[in-house]
């Protein structure tokens, strides 16, 4: 098993930034690709950036030159860099973990999540 713990939310005006960050437990080794989603009200939850053991990352059309993720295997840690946010960004930001579990199944586990509020 996974487990995660995000930090660094919290309320910033458009415009600024804020850094988040997940740190793993549990069977780090298994994990594979680490990533970040989040959900506003009322929405579906949506994938913002993910990220390889490799290093290799993928990002959404609207966070593109605006967000950076990046990964710390030895730390067990991923993190994501939010710049020039928008009010749009505004939503509940989750970490997952895609592992393989003692039956090597692919599994994800999803942190508690933290709220971003992004005032205009």
């Known amino acids: 098993q996974v487990q995660l713990v995000e930090s660094g939310g919290g309320l910033v005006q458009a415009g600024g930034s804020l850094r988040l960050s997940c740190v793993a437990s549990?069977?780090?080794?298994?994990?594979?690709?680490m990533g970040w989603y989040r959900q506003a009200p009322g929405n579906q939850r949506e994938l913002v950036a993910t990220?390889?053991?490799?290093?290799?990352?993928n990002y959404a059309d609207s966070v593109k030159g605006r967000f950076t993720i990046s990964r710390d295997n030895a730390k067990n840690t991923v993190a994501l860099q939010m710049n020039n946010l928008k009010s749009e960004d505004t939503a509940v930001y989750y970490c997952?973990?895609?592992?393989?579990?003692?039956?090597?199944?692919?599994?994800?586990?999803w942190g508690q999540g933290t709220q971003v509020t992004v005032s205009s």
């Open positions: 997952k973990a895609t592992f393989l579990d003692s039956w090597r199944r692919t599994r994800d586990s």
């Open positions: 990220i390889s053991r490799g290093g290799s990352t």
């Open positions: 549990g069977s780090t080794l298994s994990i594979s690709t």
